[in-house]
């Protein structure tokens, strides 16, 4: 997937005033009748796998998630992903807000809304009549053979484990409904 580049920081110094210990991000300029000087800019989104909510943003007509415009007006950094140290998504704060890329992004995704067997990366193959564990994206799972069946529902959860400990799924993340 592309990178969307970001507004230049003089752009968003134009329009928009962060708040590195609240994560708030409020407009400078009103651009229509329905915004406000200090209105929190933009709104909620709701991702539609994972019941995740995230601050978009609209800047001269183009979306932007909030946390990379936060990351990159305190950085100057453009990484592939920005991830939420704390796994909560609206938390734009300076210090919860890190550099990641599309695998570290995966490794500490939450729980989807069409989980059925309650863990993360193991679901049940109705067909085959196995249970199925996954970790990380198409590419990972091809160099790392993190892909694999198993008989019993416990085996699986067992793998999933095993996995998450040897390729570093982040403790918040652990503890967070896995």
Same mark, same amino acid.
């Given at each position: 997937?592309?990178?969307?580049?970001?507004?230049?920081?003089?752009?968003?110094?134009?329009?928009?005033?962060? @708040?590195?210990?609240?994560?708030?991000?409020?407009? !400078?300029?009103? =651009?229509?009748?329905?915004?406000?000087?200090? #209105?929190?800019?933009?709104?909620?989104?709701?991702?539609? +796998? =994972? %019941? &995740? /909510?995230?601050? +978009?943003?609209?800047?001269?007509?183009?979306? *932007?998630?909030?946390?990379?415009?936060?990351?990159?007006?305190?950085?100057?950094?453009?990484?592939?992903?920005? #991830?939420?140290?704390?796994? @909560?998504?609206?938390?734009?704060?300076?210090?919860?807000?890190?550099?990641? @890329?599309?695998?570290?992004? /995966?490794? @500490?995704?939450?729980?989807? !809304?069409?989980?059925?067997?309650?863990?993360? %990366?193991?679901? *049940?193959? &109705?067909? =085959?009549?196995?249970? /199925?564990? &996954?970790?990380? %994206? +198409?590419?990972?799972?091809?160099?790392?053979? $993190?892909? !694999? =069946?198993? &008989?019993?529902?416990?085996?699986?959860?067992? /793998?999933?484990?095993?996995?998450?400990?040897?390729?570093?799924? $982040?403790?918040?993340?652990?503890?967070?409904?896995?």
């Amino acid at each position: 997937m592309k990178i969307k580049p970001l507004p230049s920081r003089e752009r968003l110094d134009e329009l928009l005033d962060f @708040n590195p210990d609240t994560g708030e991000i409020r407009r !400078k300029v009103a =651009t229509c009748n329905k915004i406000k000087v200090g #209105d929190i800019a933009g709104g909620i989104w709701t991702d539609p +796998k =994972t %019941g &995740k /909510q995230y601050r +978009k943003i609209r800047i001269d007509t183009i979306m *932007y998630a909030a946390h990379r415009l936060a990351y990159f007006y305190w950085t100057g950094e453009q990484p592939p992903e920005v #991830d939420h140290a704390n796994g @909560n998504s609206l938390d734009n704060r300076k210090v919860n807000l890190r550099a990641s @890329n599309k695998q570290h992004n /995966q490794n @500490n995704a939450c729980k989807r !809304k069409d989980n059925s067997s309650g863990v993360i %990366g193991v679901s *049940y193959h &109705k067909i =085959t009549k196995l249970w /199925q564990v &996954k970790f990380g %994206g +198409k590419e990972f799972r091809k160099t790392h053979g $993190t892909n !694999k =069946t198993f &008989k019993t529902f416990e085996e699986a959860v067992a /793998q999933r484990k095993i996995w998450e400990d040897q390729f570093g799924m $982040t403790e918040a993340k652990k503890h967070r409904g896995s």
